[in-house]
């Protein structure tokens, strides 16, 4: 099977498996993404999403965060990990947003890239999911199922991975995939134990279990 007919069927599949698959991190307005991805960065969703209940409470929008100190942004984020460097990056980010934006996200690529702490990554994520355009969010999960279904052979580089992705994925079709892998990475697909392929709907497609 060629990686194109490959794409499409494991895009069949997961759509079938996960019909609501969607971003797990909690938000209401796009800069609340911006946020809440820099700190996931080695955290769970689930702890962000608690985490920043306090944070909006305190700066409820982006002119209170970028008036905020950092240290006082530290101290609410800080059980996320990397408090000082995520609270910097936060920090800086809201007040480009301020300063050249108007306190809104922007809708381009290369902007989003741009501002502090957001890198291909973040920036995938909040075009696709904040403004419906063509996104592929290579995170752990995206990288380590493409690799063993076999969408890409051996490629560990986040950028690679999504651009050899955009070769094979149709454009509308990145965005939703690439939750559906978050969540047959956490139910099947598993790192951290041996991946239950018996109950897998892409067990018979699939470059590692064949």
């Known amino acids: 099977m060629r990686k194109k007919e490959l794409a499409l069927e494991v895009i069949d599949r997961l759509k079938k498996e996960y019909p609501d698959a969607s971003c797990s991190l909690d938000y209401d307005q796009a800069w609340k993404l911006l946020v809440s991805v820099r700190l996931a960065a080695q955290c769970t969703?689930?702890?962000?999403?608690?985490?920043?209940?306090?944070?909006?409470?305190?700066?409820?929008?982006?002119?209170?965060?970028?008036?905020?100190?950092?240290?006082?942004?530290?101290?609410?984020?800080?059980?996320?990990?990397?408090?000082?460097?995520?609270?910097?990056?936060?920090?800086a980010c809201m007040k480009m947003l301020c300063e050249k934006y108007n306190g809104n996200v922007p809708d381009d690529f290369d902007a989003l890239l741009k501002l502090p702490g957001v890198g291909r990554k973040s920036a995938n994520l909040i075009m696709g999911d904040v403004f419906g355009k063509p996104a592929i969010v290579t995170d752990t999960h995206c990288i380590r199922l493409a690799n063993r279904i076999g969408l890409v052979d051996g490629i560990k580089d986040p950028k690679k991975v999504e651009m050899e992705l955009r070769k094979i994925v149709p454009l509308e079709e990145g965005n939703d995939l690439c939750?559906?892998?978050?969540?047959?990475?956490?139910?099947?697909?598993?790192?951290?134990?041996?991946?239950?392929?018996?109950?897998?709907?892409?067990a018979d497609i699939c470059k590692k279990r064949i």
């Open 45 to 91: 969703d689930a702890r962000v999403n608690v985490v920043v209940q306090d944070l909006y409470e305190k700066f409820p929008n982006p002119a209170a965060l970028a008036a905020a100190g950092v240290d006082e942004i530290e101290q609410i984020v800080r059980p996320c990990g990397l408090g000082k460097s995520k609270a910097r990056d936060i920090s």
């Open 179 to 202: 939750h559906r892998f978050v969540e047959h990475g956490r139910a099947v697909c598993t790192a951290r134990t041996k991946p239950y392929c018996d109950r897998c709907c892409l």
